[in-house]
């Protein structure tokens, strides 16, 4: 009776926010878009319930991408022990760190051997290696500011700097051997900004960037598609389409899309470098748009799996309570709501019959 309440109470907190910040996508349209999603994931796996898609996912998680994720440490919670995790049904909490990469999982699921219809070029490693090594020039006072998405030439410069990414290569050292980053000295080391992503020195690091490389690689036709596009003028409905129309699965598409819009938002310089979050329509009132976006997307895996009320309450404490960034946190609930309803929708595929 007591988790019961504590539960309740929790999704209490979920429900309200003490400001009022503007949320552009209303209940009516989240309910849309959830048929949307469930009716397209079960025509794509008509016998896999949410269930079995979740312990596949999971299972991606434990065994192909926990190895490697410590060489991009992230505080996520606490991990659990296997034994742990098949008796709670979870990797960890309020998360596990390779929960960070569950897109990740999303896309594996779906596409093992990350095959494309196309053969495209690493045009999206291309983009974030050129976007770091810019905003490391401007800190260093060796380029004046700047702001890529303004510049018309950029599609010409992510594609001369192709030959820096390939064979899933990402250079992060000088001519002369000295690692590229922001100069001076710092209290603490992790506040330098680095054209490296992650911890260089670390044992799985090499591993790590192959990894994701290759996954940048897979990313690379939506990334170019929303490159094309006008400013604020994709809608989440839209994305999602397009993203099933190149991936041809929609737990795949639903993987490709958080992870083009974290490294847009968390692998470059939101200020200088985010580019292709600004072709998205808002989604809540603010001016953190590349976060806004990851935060939506990357959060609704986790509602679809069933996280909602743990990585809520991580969201909770730190949006909410620790940064005071409403905008984030509304994010956030809405996104792990439509996630909620989505996996109703997939228990119950008569709620969308009429949609």
Not at 128 to 150: C, G, Q, S
Not at 282 to 298: A, K, M
């Amino acid at each position: 009776m007591k988790n019961q309440i504590t539960i309740s109470t929790f999704a209490l907190l979920m429900s309200f926010s003490a400001s009022a910040v503007s949320v552009y996508f209303d209940k009516d349209r989240s309910d849309d878009f959830a048929c949307t999603i469930a009716k397209s994931i079960k025509k794509a796996y008509p016998d896999k319930s949410r269930r079995k898609l979740k312990k596949g996912i999971f299972k991606i998680l434990r065994e192909e991408i926990n190895p490697w994720v410590d060489a991009y440490p992230i505080p996520a919670g606490i991990s659990f022990p296997k034994y742990l995790e098949r008796i709670t049904g979870l990797p960890g909490f309020p998360m596990d760190r390779s929960e960070y990469y569950l897109q990740n999982a999303f896309i594996l699921y779906g596409n093992p051997k990350l095959e494309l219809k196309e053969p495209t070029k690493n045009y999206f490693a291309s983009f974030i290696h050129l976007a770091r090594k810019r905003h490391v020039d401007y800190l260093n006072k060796e380029a004046p500011r700047f702001k890529l998405r303004n510049e018309p030439d950029l599609l010409q410069q992510i594609e001369e700097n192709l030959p820096n990414v390939e064979n899933n290569a990402y250079p992060i050292h000088d001519e002369d051997g000295n690692p590229i980053q922001q100069k001076g000295e710092f209290k603490k080391e992790k506040h330098r900004y680095k054209l490296a992503i992650g911890e260089a020195d670390h044992k799985k690091y090499n591993e790590f960037v192959e990894v994701s490389q290759k996954h940048n690689h897979f990313s690379s036709p939506l990334f170019m598609w929303l490159l094309q596009q006008e400013d604020f003028s994709i809608t989440p409905e839209r994305l999602f389409e397009k993203a099933v129309e190149i991936y041809e699965d929609p737990i795949v598409a639903l993987g490709v899309i958080p992870w083009v819009f974290s490294g847009d938002a968390l692998t470059v310089h939101r200020g200088t470098s985010s580019v292709v979050s600004y072709k998205m329509e808002r989604i809540v009132e603010g001016g953190d748009i590349p976060g806004y976006q990851y935060h939506f997307w990357g959060y609704l895996t986790q509602g679809i799996i069933g996280g909602r009320l743990r990585v809520g309450l991580l969201a909770y404490i730190y949006e909410k309570l620790y940064q005071k960034d409403i905008a984030d946190w509304k994010t956030d609930v809405l996104s792990l709501k439509l996630g909620k309803q989505i996996r109703k929708n997939l228990r119950k595929p008569k709620n969308c019959e009429q949609k």
